[in-house]
């Protein structure tokens, strides 16, 4: 795939990054396990608050190794010396394994042990991930283990932007269109968050729990857009193989990267949450079944 974009393009990511990235850090945050007394970047999470109930929200199979292999979880702060604080929660909600979301509340110790550079993200910086246009650009952000060495992790983020996936998704297992949405990740040459390309992951993990952004921006409304117009739509759960596909008549060859649409974090926080209803009311429209 020829990775040259235009100028206008370009310039578009760069403001993003810079405008966006100080949200990125501040509210996506690294996931740690801890085992045999040393600590390792399992995943990734985001702060969600709604009311005064405080959630992360991530992929269920990143907290498993806390329920079936008994290593205690801790969420970094922001900064280059954060020190991890363990994540201890009220309540933990896991959606079924085709849907892989975790949703974890957490007491108030762990939310008092988070640096005050970290913040909360809001109903009004979600969308359900409904009807998302393919034409936009889309970011991911997360930690990758496999950049995890030495040196603070905190500057070892990714933040990485795309479109949406439109091949063919026969024999994606537990691919459901209703409440996924998949992002491109290409297996050549890939854009970086300031519209270059560089060096990228070799492996996904502790990507895993990233959430996916919509920019609600095209070159057209630069001059008027800005970071609060951007919306996380949904989680990062998977990755599948590459697939080789048309788009607008020159063949791409993509991972399709599945993430959990948001409205699967909202339809479960509206059933299990009745107290939180009424916020949710105010700043999310219901939907019709």
């Known amino acids: 795939m020829n990775t040259t974009i235009p100028s206008e393009a370009e310039a578009f990511l760069k403001k993003v990054h810079e405008e966006m990235l100080p949200k990125f850090l501040s509210s996506v945050l690294p996931l740690y396990a801890e085992k045999d007394n040393r600590r390792g970047l399992e995943g990734t999470g ?3 608050r709604i009311a005064d109930t405080s959630f992360v929200i991530t992929a269920a199979h990143v907290v498993e190794i806390e329920t079936k292999g008994r290593c205690p979880l801790y969420i970094a702060g922001s900064g280059n010396n954060a020190i991890p604080v363990r994540l201890q929660t009220r309540r933990s909600l896991i959606r079924p394994q085709s849907l892989d ?4 509340e957490l ?3 762990t939310v008092e042990g988070l640096p005050p550079e970290c913040g909360f993200l809001h109903l009004f910086d979600m969308e359900s991930g409904d009807n998302l246009p393919p034409t936009e650009w889309y970011y991911v952000h997360g930690y990758p283990s496999c950049w995890a060495g030495t040196g603070p992790m905190r500057e070892k983020h990714l933040t990485y932007a795309s479109v949406l996936y439109v091949g063919p998704t026969n024999n ?3 691919y459901d269109p209703d409440n996924h949405v998949l992002v491109e990740w290409y297996t050549t040459k890939n854009f970086r968050f300031d519209g270059g390309t560089g060096e990228f992951p070799n492996a996904f993990g ?3 729990g990233s959430s996916v952004w919509r920019t609600h921006a ?3 409304n630069l001059s008027t857009w800005s970071p609060d117009m951007a919306k996380v739509v949904g989680v990062q759960t998977g990755k599948y193989r590459p697939r080789k596909y048309m788009r ?3 063949e791409v060859e993509a991972f399709p990267i599945q993430a959990a649409r948001w409205r699967v974090i909202l339809e479960t926080l509206w059933e299990e949450y009745p107290d939180l209803k009424a916020a949710q009311r105010i700043r999310v429209p ?4």
Do not use: C, E, Q
């Not at 219901?286 to 079944?289: G, N, V, W």
């Open 46 to 48: 985001t702060l969600f």
């Open 218 to 220: 095209t070159p057209g």
């Open 101 to 104: 979301v975790a949703i974890l």
């Open 286 to 289: 219901r939907r019709s079944h």
């Open 248 to 250: 607008n008549g020159v």
């Open 107 to 109: 007491d108030d110790k």
């Open 206 to 208: 502790g990507i895993s």
């Open 172 to 174: 994606l297992a537990d």
